[in-house]
């Protein structure tokens, strides 16, 4: 069982950056697949970044490459999504997600558990 708990969400001027924090409880974090992803209003919840276990393997969408990292420190079970160069598009309710399977790491639906998001909001 995990439990994760989002932070670090806000108001920024486009241009700007933030840097959103994912504390999870569970004394197997480190075996976990780490995912961020968001949602804006009246649209799908949509893949931003994934880790695997070991921090080796990364992936981005195609719409924060450059701008966005992700990364974890399994000491402090906590993943992290540093995000620069923010946009208004980037607007939306960011989602941290924790799954067992690097098989589909794009997908909502391989992942086990999702915390109940942090608000960004970028203006322009």
């Known amino acids: 069982q995990v439990q994760l708990v989002e932070s670090g969400g806000g108001l920024v001027q486009a241009g700007g950056s933030l840097r959103l924090s994912c504390a999870a409880s569970?004394?197997?974090?480190?075996?976990?697949?780490m995912g961020w992803f968001r949602q804006a209003p009246g649209k799908e919840r949509v893949f931003v970044a994934a880790?695997?276990?070991?921090?080796?393997?990364?992936n981005y969408a195609d719409s924060v490459k450059g701008r966005f990292t992700i990364s974890r420190d399994d000491a402090k079970n906590t993943v992290y999504l540093q995000m620069n160069s923010l946009k208004p598009e980037d607007t939306a309710v960011y989602y941290c997600?924790?799954?067992?399977?690097?098989?589909?790491?794009?997908?909502?639906?391989?992942?086990?558990?999702w915390g109940q998001g942090t608000q960004v909001t970028v203006s322009s």
């Open positions: 569970g004394r197997t974090f480190s075996s976990y697949v």
């Open positions: 880790i695997t276990w070991s921090g080796g393997v990364l």
């Open positions: 997600a924790a799954g067992g399977s690097i098989v589909g790491i794009t997908s909502v639906r391989v992942y086990d558990y």
